[in-house]
Nanobody, 126 residues
Framework: QVQLVESGGGLVQPGGSLRLSCAAS????????IGWFRQAPGKEREEVAY????????RYLDSVKGRFTISRHNAKSTVYLQMTSLKPEDTGVYYC???????????????????WGQGTQVTVSS
């Protein structure tokens, strides 16, 4: 049974930084992938970043490129989302989502993911 546990959200001022963690367990093979998604009140869930354990590739939403970095802990199945230069429009509940396969260029399509964390709130406000 795959489990995803998120941590690291909070309140931060514009221009600040936060690091989110997604601790994953239970994947049956090394071909898993993790996506980070977010949802603001009244808006649809939006893809943010993606990591493929198959080849280490990463993908990002255009508006977060250069500000957010997704990475994996060297020895664990923990995926981080380092967020810098945060803006008020980055506010929302952030979810990590897991899959047993690499989705490549389809990574942004959230129904493809079978496993979801509980979500962590990120608020960017002065």
């Amino acid at each position: 049974q795959v489990q995803l546990v998120e941590s690291g959200g909070g309140l931060v001022q514009p221009g600040g930084s936060l690091r989110l963690s997604c601790a994953a367990s239970g994947f049956s093979s090394g071909s898993w992938s993790i996506g980070w998604f977010r949802q603001a009140p009244g808006k649809e869930r939006e893809e943010v970043a993606y990591f493929s354990n198959s080849d280490g590739s990463t993908r990002y939403l255009d508006s977060v490129k250069g500000r957010f970095t997704i990475s994996r802990h060297n020895a664990k199945s923990t995926v981080y989302l380092q967020m810098t230069s945060l803006k008020p429009e980055d506010t929302g509940v952030y979810y990590c989502a897991g899959s047993d396969r690499d989705w490549g260029s389809s990574w942004f399509h959230h129904p493809l993911y079978d496993y979801w964390g509980q979500g962590t709130q990120v608020t960017v406000s002065s």
